[in-house]
């Protein structure tokens, strides 16, 4: 498959009347500055018939004037601090073309490989907060790429925004606009640290450099497989993660596949049983928080929950075991919690010198994991003019341990996983991942 590119430029917004300011700007949270420093990138792949690269861009033109924050830049304020520059610097826009059918370039339904990364842009270096890459086929069918500056929104907020990109292009009116007041999460008077958030959130320099050690062909070593669980598999792993010593404590779907996933990477990686093994699981505070806060802020509002077992424990209790460490850490990950982060960010990590642990540079999480889930976000919902998109995934992304879980574009409620391991542990996990112990 050879790409050839058409064009790359910086698209602006456009406005429907007097344009704002371009000298302002807006500081980053505690909740931007703890998430990881990186673009994220995704994937859409759609049938004909498509819209015109005319149409999208000019869509993309006109919200992009309600989501300023993704044309700027950032930069620091006059005291050093992180910000936001709204100065409508615009976004990269790169239209290519393949001399090939969509099916005789991505065969097997996009199987996750480095072939995605021709599809957007490099997250390299990149200056722009939103890059935008618009990839033709011979059958008329079309791959949008799609990458965002995580420090801007969380992935609730872009799902959000492409919804809004969709309503533009179709000439609906943006519906529910964004809430733009990062102001909101300001600490209390008298500071509350009711938790432990160094060593969770946030980390010393010194500690945040110290990786584990692997030969470098393991480090070279790592696939990406998809998972796929239909919906007879995950009501059968709902039932019995929720069936525990007689009580029927009823654990919900994504409660009990990353319990069994959690299991699963652990037994396949062949970890010795004194170890212990943490997963790292995103929490949305929009409705945590008291008073909550509107979904449609624009922004990142995630924390994490650290559910943690020694590797026998993990292994030898049954599914239940795993899925209460699971729901009972996700649940402390409360208003309270949230509170008491706010407060010792705001006053400790500048004063201490402390950086977050939300580290893409690990090649390897190993012996532990990070799931990030991605069932909740309409992304779906992209339609640019000519219908859904038929697949919807990640960018390949080899970072071992990292897991992403999506609705599957079979579109029935089931689920597909993708994990990166190690070749070698590869093998038993495609043995091992379907038995239900």
Same mark, same amino acid.
């Given at each position: 498959?050879?790409?050839?590119?058409? /064009?790359?430029?910086?698209?602006? &917004?456009?406005?429907?009347?007097?344009? &704002?300011?371009?000298?302002?700007?807006?500081?980053?949270?505690?909740?931007?500055?703890?998430?990881?420093?990186?673009?994220?990138?995704?994937?859409?792949?759609?049938?004909?018939?498509?819209? &015109?690269?005319?149409?999208?861009?000019?869509?993309?033109?006109?919200?992009?004037?309600?989501?300023?924050?993704?044309? @700027?830049?950032?930069?620091?304020?006059?005291?050093?601090?992180?910000?936001?520059?709204?100065?409508?610097? $615009?976004?990269?826009?790169?239209?290519?073309?393949?001399?090939c059918t969509l099916d005789q370039a991505m065969p097997f339904n996009f199987k996750p490989s480095p072939a995605l990364l021709n599809?957007?842009?490099?997250?390299?270096?990149?200056?722009?907060?939103?890059?935008?890459?618009? %990839?033709?086929? +011979?059958?008329?069918?079309?791959?949008? @790429?799609?990458?965002?500056?995580?420090?801007?929104?969380?992935?609730?907020?872009?799902?959000?925004?492409?919804? #809004?990109? /969709?309503?533009?292009?179709? $000439?609906?009116?943006?519906?529910?606009?964004?809430?733009?007041?990062?102001?909101?999460? /300001?600490?209390?008077?008298?500071?509350?640290?009711?938790?432990?958030?160094?060593?969770?959130?946030? %980390?010393?320099?010194?500690?945040?450099?110290?990786?584990?050690?692997?030969? &470098?062909?393991?480090?070279?070593?790592?696939?990406?497989?998809?998972?796929?669980?239909?919906?007879?598999?995950?009501?059968? =792993?709902?039932?019995?993660?929720?069936?525990?010593?007689?009580?029927?404590?009823?654990?919900?779907?994504?409660?009990?596949? %990353?319990?069994? =996933?959690?299991?699963?990477? +652990?037994?396949?990686? @062949?970890?010795?049983?004194?170890?212990?093994?943490?997963?790292?699981?995103?929490?949305?505070?929009? #409705?945590?928080?008291?008073?909550?806060?509107?979904?449609?802020?624009?922004?990142?509002?995630?924390?994490?929950?650290?559910?943690?077992?020694?590797?026998?424990?993990?292994?030898?209790?049954?599914?239940?075991?795993? #899925?209460? =460490?699971?729901?009972?850490?996700?649940?402390?990950?409360?208003?309270?919690?949230?509170?008491?982060?706010?407060?010792? #960010?705001?006053?400790?990590?500048?004063?201490? $010198?402390?950086?977050?642990?939300?580290? %893409?540079?690990?090649?390897?999480?190993?012996?532990?994991?990070?799931?990030?889930?991605?069932?909740?976000?309409?992304?779906?919902?992209?339609?640019? $003019?000519?219908?859904?998109?038929?697949?919807?995934?990640?960018?390949?992304?080899?970072?071992?341990?990292?897991?992403?879980?999506?609705?599957?574009?079979?579109?029935d409620g089931s689920i597909d996983a993708f994990i990166p391991l190690f070749q070698h542990n590869l093998v038993a996990f495609k043995?091992?991942?379907?038995?239900?112990?």
């Amino acid at each position: 498959m050879k790409i050839k590119k058409e /064009s790359s430029r910086i698209v602006k &917004p456009i406005y429907g009347g007097d344009p &704002p300011l371009t000298t302002l700007h807006i500081p980053l949270t505690v909740f931007d500055k703890v998430t990881y420093n990186t673009h994220i990138a995704i994937i859409y792949a759609y049938r004909p018939p498509t819209p &015109p690269n005319v149409a999208v861009e000019q869509g993309l033109r006109k919200v992009l004037s309600e989501y300023r924050e993704w044309a @700027g830049r950032l930069g620091t304020d006059e005291k050093g601090h992180p910000i936001i520059l709204l100065n409508d610097n $615009g976004i990269k826009f790169v239209e290519t073309s393949v001399d090939c059918t969509l099916d005789q370039a991505m065969p097997f339904n996009f199987k996750p490989s480095p072939a995605l990364l021709n599809f957007h842009p490099s997250l390299k270096g990149v200056e722009e907060l939103v890059q935008i890459q618009l %990839t033709r086929f +011979t059958c008329g069918s079309l791959v949008i @790429g799609f990458t965002a500056n995580h420090l801007v929104a969380d992935g609730h907020s872009t799902s959000n925004f492409l919804v #809004a990109w /969709s309503q533009v292009c179709r $000439g609906i009116d943006m519906n529910p606009r964004p809430l733009h007041n990062r102001a909101i999460f /300001s600490p209390r008077e008298l500071p509350i640290v009711e938790f432990e958030h160094e060593g969770l959130e946030f %980390t010393s320099k010194k500690i945040n450099k110290v990786f584990p050690l692997f030969e &470098p062909s393991q480090v070279l070593d790592i696939v990406v497989h998809r998972a796929h669980f239909n919906l007879e598999f995950l009501a059968i =792993l709902r039932t019995r993660a929720s069936l525990s010593h007689g009580s029927n404590k009823l654990y919900s779907t994504f409660e009990s596949l %990353t319990a069994h =996933l959690w299991r699963t990477v +652990t037994r396949a990686r @062949g970890l010795d049983g004194f170890e212990k093994t943490q997963v790292r699981i995103s929490v949305n505070g929009r #409705a945590r928080l008291s008073p909550w806060v509107p979904n449609e802020y624009f922004g990142n509002l995630v924390l994490w929950a650290f559910p943690s077992a020694k590797v026998e424990d993990l292994l030898h209790e049954p599914l239940p075991f795993a #899925a209460k =460490l699971i729901h009972d850490a996700i649940a402390k990950v409360n208003d309270k919690y949230f509170k008491s982060f706010i407060d010792f #960010a705001s006053y400790k990590v500048d004063e201490e $010198g402390l950086v977050p642990t939300a580290d %893409t540079n690990k090649l390897a999480l190993y012996p532990n994991l990070e799931v990030d889930s991605w069932l909740r976000f309409p992304f779906y919902d992209l339609d640019l $003019g000519g219908g859904s998109p038929y697949i919807f995934m990640p960018s390949y992304f080899p970072t071992e341990g990292m897991m992403f879980l999506l609705p599957s574009f079979v579109r029935d409620g089931s689920i597909d996983a993708f994990i990166p391991l190690f070749q070698h542990n590869l093998v038993a996990f495609k043995q091992i991942c379907y038995c239900l112990d």
